[in-house]
């Protein structure tokens, strides 16, 4: 049996070599240079306006368009990301930022899960005391 | 002992009955208003309006090169921006709404991702109530006043700043119970 | 005339219905035989009318009755016979209809453990069934009868959404409701327990296979509507956090809790006040997930009707179907008295303690993050948006522990035992997820959140083997053949092996798709070659072909891999002339190791067309993973069964 399992082990382990070369798929073809990259990230994060619940990077909507080249052109001009969510989020609000930003009407939002979780353990391990000793 | 147990059985309803309440005063909103439920508000309200920058396109045709819009001429009075394009349904439909605002206060109109010779044959087809009409071909003026489609109309007060904003086609009503008591008010 | 039949007979069962509510509600707590029969009968009643009904209203979508308001709406000459059954469910009334059909259909099926459930206890559930049942009934006969008819009749319908002549989609709803109603049946046992005040480990062991069946259902319900949206959409996504997607998955959480907190119960004495809210909440957040879609309060891809009037509606059948079993609850879980055995801090007992602490807060999580713009909005009128990045921060790192937990979970024992070789296990899996998580590393588009995720899908991997292994080596069996294995484990645990095994593959389809996959939008023409990396992507051609209710624009390409030819995909794009619209069908190769997709875009012999490219890793493992998971449920039902039927028999 000790055998099977040590057989196991080598066969998993070569499973990660061998999807190495699946994965690992070099684009020589596209350059995924940094702007491009960038953009994509940015864009994944603000919201398509027009589109019930997508991001513009998910959508062909026009103003989707627009937002894209508008950000790829603040890139390359040197804008961090936070000018361009700060720039976006000027003009069109919070609404169009799919990640929310930290703020007061968020702290909730951001930190209720973690508290209820907080909470949760306590009870937990109160629940764990209270099975150990009779 | 005995309280705690007491919270913990009465939390979830609590819970409950609080999500409960807000849904039925959300879905109560969304009742009153139904075609105000999508639209974001407007983040530019009370603040001054963003340079508009474009060409100017004279009526016949010609875009008048090194010619921007006039903003200044309208200092110390009130204007309104009109956002629209030849290829917008909404737009014909508001058209004679935005015709009798002009009458009472100059209409800026700004063509939104066009070409001049559609927005001529628009503007003839159905009038041209505009005092200037830029051109904004990229959409980049539009994305600067945080317009996301067309229509939208901006009414802008004596000391430049932008007070109301509409989004989608000016309607009877609103034009009645909203825009016009603005402007009345100088 | 067969359509009002249809409506009379919808009629006829809301009105049986309350008769039995009421005779229920008069013979409460009475165990006697004529009172269980008289309920049992009527829900045999119930189903066969709702059939009936739910059969005419199939017969007029495929003879295109379109002097219906709903045919007419939602369905065409020009449509496929299966799309025009299918049709019948994938619209707002349609699918209440196939909602009340499952929920009588599974309470007829609880009446028939007559002799498996107490009968104070077993009318209690037909009871709260029935009441369910009269709800929804209400809601269709007041607010959304399918059975309306047209004033004038049209020459022919308005079709159907293109994106829903589907058959992943046909088959989405009907297995989602029958987790809704699987969840509706432990929601029963649950106030039915509260009403009758008894409750034991029978209880628990009865309750278990109607979670399991709802828990497989959603399983593969919520996996098809991702499957769908994956290679519908064209954008190669299958999870975006929408409301609507959140609705179905907030169940499904609530579900794995409730199974694992059920589990517990039946050992041992504990938790039963929790067991009773999780699975009142379990139906409430099912409620939710069947009328979110429908009530206008959220904006959504899948918004159904968006009718105001209607969520009102809902909002009350909410308050009613949860609020009432909530106050009840307050008032009488002082009932239950728990086990004061012991049992170790590290134990069977507190690891799934702590697997419902975390389940339960990641779905508190998602709800957050479903209902939060519109509290915010409601209160002070500004509105957010909240998209994968806030999940990714917030429920990603909630679950992470869980998917710890599952894998050294089994290795712990119940009670005061202690746990076997506890040691050995840990440390072989902590060798092993090591050494993945530096192959991981080695490759070079890791991150440290994809060597995260990748890490814990290999421990759980492991874990299961490593438990699988121990378990056959401590057996005094000789289990030297792989039947003999199979039929060892299929007396113990198989199901939950099986299950595991799934939410390891599952992940490990999440970190090769997410992680490491690779995308792009080019422009090409009709004989350019397209190079990636070992692969190669021929362009054949454009051509135009026609279909049975749409025009299609099809590419053809050819994918070598190596210089070898690989396979033909052909991208289209299709219009469809009666609903006027439009849509994309990727060509997307799967294999074992993952997907090529292929979408075509907007183009034309002078320009070209623009093509995206994407290549997913190991998404089949996705779905995969997600059968496993289901299949797992499935086994542990029949073997529940088989065990009670030698448990029977023995008796």
């Not at chain 3, 045999?44 to 059939?51: G, H, Q």
């Not at chain 3, 009755?65 to 469910?89: A, C, E, M, Q, R």
């Not at chain 3, 378990?471 to 069996?477: H, P, V």
Request: positive net charge; charged residues 15%.
């Amino acid at each position: 049996m000790l055998k099977k399992i040590n057989l196991f082990i080598f066969v998993f382990s070569l499973f990660f070599v061998t999807a190495q070369n699946n994965i690992n798929i070099k684009e020589n073809y596209v350059k995924s240079d940094y702007v491009t990259n960038k953009t994509r990230e940015i864009g994944q994060n603000i919201r398509c306006l027009v589109c019930q619940n997508q991001s513009i990077d998910d959508s062909s909507s026009q103003i989707a368009q627009d937002l894209r080249i508008l950000i790829k052109e603040k890139i390359e001009t040197g804008s961090t990301d936070k000018e361009i969510y700060e720039y976006l989020s000027n003009r069109y609000g919070d609404y169009i930022l799919l990640n929310p930003p930290l703020k007061t009407n968020t702290i909730l939002l951001w930190f209720l899960p973690f508290i209820i979780l907080i909470l949760g353990l306590f009870l937990v391990m109160k629940i764990l005391k209270k099975s150990r000793f009779k | 002992m005995k309280s705690k147990i007491i919270i913990f059985n009465i939390l979830p309803l609590t819970l409950f009955a609080l999500i409960l309440a807000v849904s039925a005063l959300v879905l109560y909103e969304v009742k009153k208003n139904p075609s105000n439920q999508n639209l974001i508000n407007s983040q530019l309200i009370g603040k001054k309006i963003p340079t508009i920058k474009i060409e100017k396109i004279d009526f016949f045709q010609q875009k008048v090169k090194d010619q921007t819009l006039n903003i200044d001429k309208y200092k110390n009075n009130f204007f309104a921006v009109n956002f629209f394009a030849s290829w917008c349904a909404p737009c014909r439909v508001e058209a004679p709404l935005i015709e009798e605002l002009s009458k009472l206060i100059p209409v800026v109109g700004i063509a939104y991702k066009d070409k001049v010779k559609n927005t001529k044959v628009f503007l003839e087809d159905y009038g041209n109530p505009y005092d200037q009409i830029g051109l904004d071909d990229f959409g980049k003026i539009a994305i600067d006043w945080g317009v996301y489609g067309v229509p939208e109309t901006f009414i802008v007060n004596t000391d430049g700043k932008i007070i109301y904003r509409h989004a989608g086609p000016l309607l009877y009503n609103v034009f009645k119970s909203e825009v016009l008591p603005l402007i009345r008010k100088k | 005339m067969i359509p009002e039949i249809g409506h009379i007979l919808l009629i006829l069962t809301f009105v049986a219905s309350i008769l039995q509510v009421l005779f229920w509600c008069f013979n409460i707590k009475k165990s006697d035989d004529i009172t269980i029969n008289v309920l049992i009968k009527s829900t045999f009643i119930n189903f066969v009318f709702i059939l009936f009904s739910f059969g005419i209203l199939v017969y007029s979508f495929i003879i295109s009755d379109f002097s219906l308001v709903i045919v007419s709406d939602n369905s065409h000459t020009l449509k496929p016979l299966i799309y025009k059954i299918s049709g019948t469910w994938g619209n707002h009334e349609g699918s209440l209809m196939l909602w009340i059909l499952i929920l009588s259909f599974f309470t007829f099926l609880v009446s028939r453990k007559k002799h498996q459930i107490p009968y104070k206890l077993l009318s209690s559930i037909i009871g709260i069934q029935t009441i369910i049942l009269c709800l929804f009934l209400s809601f269709i006969l007041f607010t959304s009868n399918p059975f309306e008819r047209l004033n004038v009749l049209p020459i022919d319908g308005n079709g159907l959404n293109p994106l829903l002549q589907d058959p992943g989609l046909a088959l989405h709803p009907p297995l989602l409701y029958f987790g809704y109603v699987g969840l509706s049946v432990s929601f029963s046992f649950a106030v039915g327990a509260l009403i009758t005040g008894e409750i034991n480990k029978e209880w628990a062991r009865q309750m278990r296979p109607w979670i399991t069946i709802a828990w497989s259902a959603l399983t593969i319900g919520i996996a098809l509507g991702s499957w769908w949206a994956y290679y519908e959409l064209g954008w190669g996504g299958w999870w975006f956090w929408d409301p609507v997607e959140n609705a179905s998955f907030m169940p499904w959480l609530i579900a794995t809790a409730l199974l694992h907190s059920v589990r517990i119960l039946e050992v041992r004495f504990i938790l039963i006040n929790w067991t009773i809210l999780l699975s009142i909440l379990g139906f409430s957040f099912s409620l939710l997930g069947t009328f979110i879609v429908r009530s206008g309060l959220l904006t959504s891809v899948h918004a159904f009707a968006s009718d105001p009037s209607r969520g009102l509606f809902i909002l009350i059948i909410l308050g009613i179907a949860t609020g009432g079993p909530l106050i009840l609850y307050a008032t009488k879980t002082s009932l239950f008295k728990e086990d004061k055995s012991q049992f170790n801090i590290i134990s069977k007992e507190s690891a799934l303690l702590i697997n419902n602490l975390f389940l339960t807060t990641a779905a508190a999580t998602v709800l957050i993050g479903t209902l939060y713009p519109l509290f915010l909005d409601a209160f002070n009128g500004n509105k957010i948006s909240i998209g994968p990045a806030y999940y990714n921060a917030t429920f990603a790192p909630i679950m992470a522990p869980v998917i710890l937990l599952m894998a050294i979970a089994p290795f712990l024992s119940w009670g005061i035992k202690k746990p076997n070789k506890i040691a050995k296990k840990l440390i072989f899996l902590s060798v092993i997820t090591f050494l993945g998580g530096l192959g991981l590393f080695m490759i070079d588009e890791s991150s440290l959140f994809s060597i995260i995720c990748g890490s814990l899908a290999i421990w759980l991997l492991t874990g299961v083997i490593v438990d699988l292994t121990f378990q056959i080596k401590a057996t005094n069996l000789r289990l030297n053949s792989f039947k003999a294995i199979f039929l060892y484990f299929s007396k113990n645990n198989l199901g939950v092996h099986i299950a595991h095994m799934g939410v390891a593959v599952f992940l490990v389809g999440v970190t090769g798709e997410q992680f490491y996959k690779t995308e792009f939008n080019i422009k090409k023409n009709v004989g350019d070659i397209i190079n990636v990396g070992n692969k190669s992507l021929i362009f054949d051609k454009v051509e135009t072909l026609p279909g049975p209710n749409y025009k299609s624009e099809t590419a053809t390409f050819t994918l070598l891999k190596n210089k070898k030819i690989i396979d033909v995909l052909k991208p289209e794009k299709r219009f469809y002339p009666i609903e006027k619209s439009q849509t994309t069908e990727a060509a997307i190769l799967s294999d074992f190791w993952g997907d090529t997709y292929l979408v075509l875009g907007d183009g034309n012999k002078e320009t070209g067309w623009s093509i995206r490219v994407y290549f997913n890793p190991l998404i089949s493992w996705i779905w995969g993973g997600a059968g496993f998971m289901a299949l797992g449920g499935l086994v542990s039902i029949l073997q529940s069964r088989k065990s009670r039927k030698k448990l029977k028999n023995a008796i």
